[in-house]
Structures are given as C-alpha cells and as structure tokens.
C-alpha cells in the first residue's frame, strides 16, 4: 500500500469553528489532492497541489484553503465549518509515469459539523 | 449532465456468475481510464487501468470504446468478496486531474 496517511480519521465539531484536516505521504509523489465524498456524488475534488507552494481550485473549493509548504504534507483547512461541509474527506496522491497517473489513497477523514 | 455516469446498481450476481457494467464518459479528450474498487467505509483502491486495447487481470476485463465514449469492466467467475463498489475515474488533462463516477455497486450471493 501507498504510504499515505490522513489526521484525524474522525472528528466532530460545531458550525463556525475552523477545522484542519492532514495529509501526509512517504512517496515522495508530485500531486497531491483532497476530495469530498458524499452519497450520490461520487468523489469532488476540492483542491489539488502540483508541487510545494504550488496548489490550485477543484471543483468545489469555496469555504475550502490548502497549504503545502513540505513535498509530504498537504493540509486542507475549512475556513469556518458548515453543516454543508459533513462529509467523507479523502487525500490521494500520484505521479506521473507514461501520462498514466493512478492516484493512491488515504484512509480518509470523518467529518461531522453538527 | 455528469462527466463520467454509472449505474448505480446493485447489481446482484450469484457467485460463481459473470457481471459486467459500463461507465459513459462525456469528454472525448480524455486521455486515461482507471477502475478502481471501493469497499463500504473505506479509501479507494486502483483495480486496474484501462488501456485502448483492452485489458485482462485475472477475472477482471476491462475494455475502453472511444468511439461510444465509454469503458467497460467484466468480473468472471465472481466471489463473494468482489462485493464492493466499482468507480469509474477518467482523466483529461495532462497532469493529472481526475473525474470520478459516483460508483456501480455489485453484490455477490452465495
């Protein structure tokens, strides 16, 4: 298995407070990215990250900022939560090889906003 | 209209039976195709990726068809532990950004 880890694995908070959400990797890999997953939807990425200090908007990133200041780390922060924002969080990783990037992931993240 | 659709299923398959499910993607510039398995709770998992001339691993097939715009997964001989939800991912830019079917599920019966 990839060597990705995601903190915490679950977590419970209340509307309004701002929440940080991590993603570490031991690969050494490019990409990095964070997604949401909720029933129906499949996986929306939020934000994704193409190199340090390097990040860019997904599809649903409002209320939503990234930071990678290390090639390993990814952090997704939520501004101030929404009960909008309870959700499955998964980070993935990839690099490329041969234009065919299979992405790796995390165990994910169980957020709660109640 | 979604960018990448699947049936959702459940698709039911005594064990032992053959399945096999589409995944239609709307970009025709789409470069790569991935399936990927994902059990109840838990982080996706690379099943395989799909090549344009088709490929095979283990019971697993999978099948890419430009033309209609669509990729294709078969589980031969399923076992009950293929029970899971099998997500269709395809990617069109050239770095590496994905787009993710909300999932076909398959349940496998004794």
């Known amino acids: 298995d990839a060597g990705i880890t995601q903190s915490p694995r679950h977590k419970v908070t209340e509307t309004g407070t701002p929440v940080t959400l991590r993603c570490h990797q031991t690969e050494n890999h490019r990409y990095m990215y964070w997604y949401r997953q909720d029933p129906g939807h499949g996986l929306r990425l939020i934000h994704y990250s193409y190199g340090v200090k390097d990040t860019d908007k997904g599809e649903v990133s409002d209320g939503y900022s990234v930071s990678r200041s290390k090639t390993e780390d990814f952090l997704l922060t939520l501004e101030s939560a929404t009960s909008s924002q309870t959700s499955v969080y998964f980070c993935?990783?990839?690099?490329?090889?041969?234009?065919?990037?299979?992405?790796?992931f995390g165990p994910g993240t169980r957020l709660t906003v109640t | 209209r979604k960018e990448v659709e699947q049936d959702p299923g459940p698709f039911n398959v005594p064990e032992g039976a053959t399945v096999a499910f589409n995944c239609t993607y709307s970009?025709?510039?789409?470069?790569?195709f991935f399936w990927y398995r994902q059990d109840c709770r838990k982080e996706p998992k690379l099943l395989m990726s799909?090549?344009?001339s088709g490929n095979e691993d283990g019971r697993f097939t999978a099948q890419l068809n430009r033309a209609s715009q669509y990729i294709s997964l078969l589980i031969r001989d399923s076992k009950l532990s293929d029970s899971a939800t099998y997500l269709c991912?395809?990617?069109?830019?050239?770095?590496?950004?994905?787009?993710f079917g909300a999932g076909t599920q398959v349940v496998v019966t004794p």
């Open positions: 970009n025709s510039a789409s470069q790569s």
């Open positions: 993935a990783i990839s690099e490329s090889d041969s234009n065919n990037y299979e992405q790796y």
């Open positions: 991912v395809v990617n069109a830019d050239s770095w590496g950004k994905f787009q």
């Open positions: 799909v090549y344009s």
